[in-house]
């Protein structure tokens, strides 16, 4: 049974991707051949080798889901598992080579989603970027940073050069609570790699006192602060960019500067665990919906199958949205989906165990 678990999986899996992959190939093409420096070879190797990796683990649930509803429809229907039930075999030991499958999909995944998916994500967006959207982005070039240094300490950039490590209208601020009491402002910023140091060009320095403001004007500053061009590039990053360690990284150095708000990047760290955890809860749950044999067969096992995995995809793009929010827990929201059916899954379990 083990092996009819993971061969519908891997079927159901290669025949969804190449109808993605031939919708996309029809939308993309006109733009493929706008550049004649692209070469097939490239087109397949940067763009879709990526695009079958991405989209086939978004699929996997579908797939795996779908897969298993198929055979065990297709045992009921063949009164195999009412031969099981005779034999005296407990549904829990029905759903072991169910649960070895899932076991081993949840691995695959989980390995997928925290390391390899990041570093396709990231290769796809780029040629995405450089060859597929109408406004050309130059990586050379950051534009609009903000960043926040320390609980208090925010900088602010217009722009910034990565290759000559330039950044222009530069500004950093400091706060005592609600008010401002420090502000420096520079035409452009230049980093000295030699000794981690910056220099301000035509700066203008303004501290809040009590009773006045001390106003400060010069050529050239050399100073230094607690960021380096790397955490500047690093504004401009995106969570699904990163590996699991960068990312986790990422998340706790903006955690020590004080930054409020990074659930938008939780929700990407926690997502990556929880959709391969799924797979045990989409596993049983197909599991319980189709081994009754039912009026109708595999056909409205399927119909509620779907229904109920869109009702799941719903839920959990509803959940990452207000997981973004400032105010909510992430951890729970990226998890509630998983919660909600893992309840269903448990009561289909207990009711079908009982029968």
């Known amino acids: 049974m083990l092996k009819k678990y993971l061969s519908s999986v891997i079927l159901v899996l290669s025949l969804l991707l190449p109808i993605a992959i031939a919708i996309d190939v029809s939308e993309k093409v006109d733009r493929f051949l706008r550049h004649s420096e692209l070469s097939v070879s490239e087109i397949i190797k940067d763009y879709y080798l990526n695009f079958i990796v991405i989209f086939g683990n978004t699929f996997l649930p579908l797939a795996l889901f779908i897969a298993v509803i198929f055979f065990t429809s297709k045992l009921a229907s ?8 005779s034999a005296k075999i407990s549904f829990s030991r ?3 080579p169910y649960f070895i499958g899932a076991t081993l999909i949840t691995v695959f995944a989980l390995f997928m989603n925290h390391f390899v998916v990041p570093r396709s994500n990231k290769t796809y967006e780029e040629f995405t970027r450089a060859y597929l959207t109408k406004k050309k982005l130059d990586a050379n070039f950051i534009n609009n940073i903000n960043l926040q240094l320390g609980p208090n300490d925010y900088i602010f950039l217009k722009s ?3 290759r000559a490590n330039i950044g222009y209208s530069f500004s950093y601020e400091k706060f005592e ?12 910023i230049r980093w000295n790699k030699k000794d981690s140091t910056y220099k ?8 809040i006192l009590e009773d006045r403001d001390s106003i400060e004007f010069g050529s050239k500053l050399d100073t230094t602060f607690t960021f380096t061009p790397k955490d500047l590039v690093n504004v401009d990053y995106l969570a ?7 990312l986790k990284e990422f998340i706790e150095i903006s955690k020590q500067r004080g930054v409020s708000n990074l659930n938008t990047y939780l929700v990407e760290y926690y997502k990556r665990t929880s959709l391969p955890v799924s797979s045990y809860i989409l596993t049983f749950l197909a599991v319980a919906l189709s081994s009754k044999k039912r009026r109708g067969g595999m056909g409205i096992n399927l119909a509620i199958g779907i229904s109920l995995m869109f009702i799941y995809v719903f839920f959990l793009k509803i959940a990452e949205v207000l997981g973004a929010g400032a105010d909510t827990n992430s951890f729970l929201m990226v998890w509630s989906p998983n919660i909600i059916f893992g309840a269903l899954t448990l009561y289909l379990y207990f009711k079908n165990a009982k029968n």
Do not use: P, W
């Open 177 to 188: 609570g609600t008010k401002l009491k420090y502000k420096l402002f520079a035409d452009n």
């Open 240 to 246: 699904k960019e990163m590996t699991s360690f960068k």
């Open 94 to 96: 029905f759903l072991r």
């Open 200 to 207: 301000l060009i035509n700066y203008r320095k303004r501290i």
């Open 160 to 162: 910034y050069t990565v």
């Open 78 to 85: 063949n009164t195999e598992i009412i031969a099981i039930h």
